[in-house]
């Protein structure tokens, strides 16, 4: 291939401002051997692991292309499983970041996750309505669980028994018992959706949160052997009985609700500011308590001289003596996601994640050292006095490594290392090589904002149309211009000469400004004097100035582009192509070209000298919203609200490159002068920054490369495979599974062909491929195409493969069980589905007859040597704990 014009290519370099994605929750893990200090939250496609006591983000689990949007950490906390949003489940090693083991096997994202009390199984929920059981050492799915008619809202394990419990939006919750794969029982008792549950008490307890300020308290008892004789009841297993509501502070729906690992403290938030807390007593507490009430019942009927002694008006199971309502917690923003901790029992810590990007810790002390050996909640002298029980207290807030509300503008500094952002709620100033915040400044309503010469000043346009003088270097507004404009300044513009600047805004006017030092206490400061106004017909959404200072250009609400001369402010031409409003423009550096993109999802590029247009782009799915040229180049770069960033040619009008950007709405970007830079924000809240590489980018390979990851979509049906015998796979077909599947066919045919000629000489060489995999058997061959494929796609695989090439997989795993050290496992696995999924089949071939009954005694003879090893090999760890011990 002859390369005729060769591009570089611009690669992922850092993420800037996430703290917390509102789309994911947070969940507490360990880490450095220290539990309740570290907690995970998702930032887009990234997991982000922060140390609550220094504020910082210690660690970074990156992520591929889809979002994250449910975590989990198993009970021991150094695991943690990630659900993202195209069904995918990874479990990662806190410690050292690496994918454990990915799990596909769901049509859309994940909705609920949770581990079973030993963590060795995974359940996922998800928006298809259906549940899935994953083997984590197996690394395979064990069932899928179908039946409910909505998204599934929750997933919980049963400590004491093998069943899953599951809430959906189709107003039920559902028993299943994992040993038969089937629901059992199905809970009706709620009129609408079921966002969320908890197991409370060792799971005798059930509370349910659905649309209003109730929550529903059922008593789970298990009646498995609750006949006399010990037999057990089937139909009855689980018996669910109503033990009552627990009433919320706060009006609306239930978001979600969480508890502790010993499931005695319960908290649940809605749609306010409110998050309630709900204690579980212990049994001992709860007879302490109703014998107490018993006790002043009897009293008062004494001094009433009520005949009636006896009288109990509360039975002993009332939520009344098992339930305690401790002091609610106001946040400062809405409540997104919780997890909680209960330490010792004494302490209850709640980590907060904000819709602000913000994480809070709480704390509420239960009981003091000195009182914590008390019988219930006896307070010390001490405790008394100064009422330290149930006090709750804000212990730490993250929010300076990010904006608390979603940023809107960026723009790069002169020296190519300053990033200012601007948000509704402040400025923020990034170091592009640190990636971190170094000053912040609080403004309401920040529209667009920009760097003086210099890198020392930002000028900041507001939604009001004040135009704000910053001074960085002190983190202080030095001046505020309340007359700029009427209306929001759209654009702030440095003039090519450095010495003013140029605003647009929604008033219908363009105004240029020039730089001043006034003096102010002994020092000079930066000012800006209006100098002229040039005033339209419409609104001006953006504005630029040539770099050889001779023309101005406007776009206008009116879907076209007027440009008028510098010096005297005439009209000189009239770009009109566009058929929705003209959103941004930018001019390039020779001020040849100039190139404008509109809400009709459109780039034209036009020609200076004439006005024409010399090519019209759809560019963007949806609305353009930013354009910039890479400087001393005629290339530029866009980006739209449907998330992507494009690198364009304007001279051959070809698109280069497409970034994959953001999740939602990309709403503006910014080159580096030195052109090595490019940042973007959007609605995800991320900042991403973007650097060019040293590989060289060829259009032909880049296009050929979007057409495979085209087919490769095309490839995902997203069905379950229903293969012969009804075997039901958890999985689901990918293009891994089916490259999985032709691999394994190609080493079949391999074989097959080697063996054929083999037998007619003995002299054939080995197969080419076989040389590069560096082996010298058709067994070993095999084995290493085994090892290759996926342990959890797997099945998935097997049953893409043609009958006939079952057929030879079976020959082929009788010399592969007789060797010595041999898989025996995943030889096992793969003959015992095969079994299953072509059982009639196989037991009609006369053919296999014989192979499968030398698999069978072969395959049994070999898991009992297994067998005998690890029992050796347990037995012998037992031994030596005892003697250490």
């Not at 009985?241 to 005695?264: T, Y």
């Not at 207290?393 to 979603?406: F, N, P, R, V």
């Not at 400044?441 to 010469?453: K, S």
């Not at 009804?726 to 079949?748: D, H, I």
Request: some cysteine; glycine content about 4%; aromatic content about 8%.
């Amino acid at each position: 291939m002859v390369l005729t014009k060769q591009y570089l290519r611009y690669v992922p370099s850092s993420k800037l401002n996430i703290i917390c994605s509102s789309d994911c929750n947070i969940s507490c893990v360990k880490l450095n051997e220290k539990f309740g200090r570290y907690v995970a939250t998702g930032g887009a496609e990234d997991v982000l692991i922060w140390d609550i006591k220094l504020g910082k983000k210690v660690q970074i689990i990156e992520g591929e292309k889809y979002k994250c949007v449910y975590l989990k950490s198993c009970p021991q906390r150094q695991k943690l499983a990630v659900g993202y949003q195209n069904g995918t489940i990874i479990l990662y090693d806190i410690i050292t970041g690496e994918n454990i083991s990915t799990f596909v096997g769901h049509n859309s994202s994940i909705t609920a996750l949770d581990f079973d009390f030993e963590g060795y199984r995974i359940a996922s929920g998800s928006k298809d309505t259906d549940i899935a059981v994953w083997d984590i050492v197996g690394e395979q799915g064990l069932c899928r669980l179908s039946g409910h008619k909505g998204p599934i809202t929750q997933i919980k394990f049963m400590k004491t028994l093998n069943i899953i419990i599951s809430s959906s939006k189709d107003t039920y919750i559902k028993f299943w018992d994992l040993s038969t794969g089937y629901c059992f029982k199905t809970l009706t008792g709620h009129l609408a959706e079921v966002w969320d549950f908890c197991l409370m008490k060792n799971d005798s307890f059930l509370v349910t949160g659905t649309n209003d300020n109730e929550l529903r308290v059922w008593r789970i008892k298990d009646s498995i052997h609750n006949n006399q004789n010990n037999e057990v009841d089937f139909e009855n297993r689980i018996v669910c009985e109503k033990a009552g509501s627990l009433l919320r502070q706060s009006i609306g729906r239930v978001v979600s609700m969480s508890s502790d690992d010993s499931s005695q403290v319960l908290c649940c938030y809605g749609t306010e500011k409110i998050l309630e807390i709900f204690y579980f007593v212990s049994e001992e507490e709860t007879i302490y308590r109703h014998k107490k009430r018993q006790k002043k019942i009897k009293k008062k009927l004494l001094e009433t001289n009520s005949m009636d002694m006896n009288e109990d008006i509360l039975p002993p199971t009332s939520l009344v003596f098992a339930v305690t309502r401790l002091p609610a917690i106001k946040t400062s923003a809405k409540i997104k996601s919780i997890d909680v901790l209960f330490e010792s029992g004494t302490r209850i810590k709640i980590f907060v994640s904000l819709n602000n990007n913000s994480i809070q810790l709480h704390t509420l002390v239960m009981k003091c050292e000195k009182c914590k050996n008390n019988e219930f909640k006896k307070k010390c002298q001490e405790c008394e006095l100064k009422k330290n029980h149930e006090k709750s207290e804000l212990k730490k807030i993250i929010t300076s490594s990010g904006h608390t509300a979603d940023v809107r503008s960026i723009a790069f500094g002169e020296d190519n290392v300053n990033i200012v952002s601007g948000s509704s709620t402040g400025i923020k100033i990034w170091n592009n090589n640190t990636s971190a915040c170094v000053c912040s400044i609080n403004i309401n309503h920040v529209v667009t904002v920009c760097f003086v010469p210099g890198d020392r000043y930002v000028l900041a346009g507001l939604q009001n149309g004040s135009l704000i003088i910053i001074d960085i270097s002190y983190g202080e507004i030095i001046e505020i211009i309340d007359t700029a404009h009427s209306k929001e300044i759209w654009r702030i513009s440095i003039l090519p000469n450095k010495n003013g600047c140029i605003t647009c805004s929604s008033d219908c006017t363009v105004k240029l400004w020039n730089f001043e030092l006034i003096k102010n206490k002994n020092m000079s400061v930066l000012s800006v004097l209006h100098v002229r106004t040039l005033k339209l017909e419409e609104s001006v959404l953006d504005v630029r100035v040539t770099p050889d200072c001779n023309l101005i250009t406007a776009a206008l609400l009116d879907c076209t582009v007027q440009i008028f001369f510098m010096d005297s402010l005439k009209f000189f031409l009239n770009l009109h192509s566009h058929k929705l409003p003209v959103t941004c423009l930018d001019i390039s550096y020779d001020s040849t070209l100039i190139v404008t993109g509109s809400t009709d999802c459109s780039v034209k590029i036009w020609g200076l000298d004439y006005g024409d247009c010399h090519r019209s782009v759809l560019a963007h799915k949806l609305a353009v919203t930013s354009l910039c040229f890479v400087s001393k180049t005629h290339h530029f770069f866009s980006c739209g609200k449907d998330g992507l960033i494009h690198q364009w040619d304007a001279d051959n009008y070809e698109r280069i490159l497409t970034l994959q950007g953001h999740f939602g709405e990309t709403w503006c970007l910014s080159v580096s002068p030195n052109g090595i830079y490019v940042a973007s924000c959007g609605q995800d809240r991320v900042i991403r920054i973007y650097e060019k590489s040293d590989e060289p980018l060829v259009l032909e390979d880049e296009r050929e490369a979007e057409r495979q990851e085209e087919e490769e979509k095309t490839l995902i049906t997203g069905e379950q495979s229903l293969v012969l015998g009804r075997v039901q796979t958890v999985s689901k077909k990918t293009v891994k599974a089916e490259k999985g599947a032709e691999l394994l066919l190609e080493c079949l045919d391999i074989i097959k062909e080697y063996k054929k000629c083999q037998s007619q000489s003995k002299d054939i060489p080995l197969p080419a491929i076989m040389l590069a995999f560096n082996v010298k058997t058709t067994d070993e061959y095999l084995v290493l195409i085994l090892r290759k494929l996926r342990s959890s796609d797997l099945e998935e695989i097997l049953s893409l493969l043609p009958f006939l090439s079952v057929n030879e997989l079976i020959e082929y795993l009788v010399p592969l069980l007789r060797r010595q050290n041999s898989d025996t496992e995943i030889i096992v696995r793969i003959l015992v589905f095969l079994l299953r999924a072509h059982h009639k089949p196989i037991i009609s071939s006369n053919n296999l007859y014989i192979t499968l009954k030398q698999l069978n005694l072969i395959a049994i003879q070999n898991i009992n040597e297994i067998t005998d090893t690890m029992g050796y090999n347990l037995h012998a760890l037992y031994y030596t704990e005892r003697i250490n011990t």
